[in-house]
């Protein structure tokens, strides 16, 4: 059974930065396109940014781009965004997702079965 568990968000000031989390089971980690989407309230949900664990490879979102960074533990089977700078437009609910299959355009279209349980992140002005 695939399982995201995501953790990291919270309150934070302009500018600020957080790290969140998600903890990784159920499929072969080092297969697989993983990463984070966002959905803010009345928003659709987009894509945010995601890493390729076969190459290495990393796609971010123009929104984030220098200032959101996304590595993996892949001992710990675990996926990080590093955020920096955030704004307040950044406010969303974070969701984790997977895409054991390694299918980068399927993964980013948000077409991935596997999703996490979000983390709320809000950035005060």
């Known amino acids: 059974e695939v399982q995201l568990q995501a953790s990291g968000g919270g309150l934070v000031q302009a500018r600020g930065s957080l790290r969140l989390s998600c903890v990784a089971s159920?499929?072969?980690?080092?297969?697989?396109?993983i990463g984070w989407f966002r959905q803010a309230p009345g928003k659709e949900r987009e894509a945010v940014s995601c890493r390729m664990n076969s190459n290495g490879n990393t796609w971010y979102g123009d929104d984030v781009k220098g200032r959101f960074t996304i590595s993996t533990d892949n001992a710990k089977s675990t996926v990080y965004l590093q955020t920096s700078n955030l704004k307040p437009e950044d406010s969303a609910v974070y969701y984790c997702?997977?895409?054991?299959?390694?299918?980068?355009?399927?993964?980013?279209?948000?077409?991935?079965?596997?999703w996490g349980q979000g983390t709320l992140v809000t950035v005060s002005s």
């Open positions: 997702s997977a895409e054991p299959r390694g299918w980068m355009v399927h993964f980013w279209s948000g077409k991935s079965d596997y």
């Open positions: 159920g499929f072969t980690f080092d297969r697989a396109v």
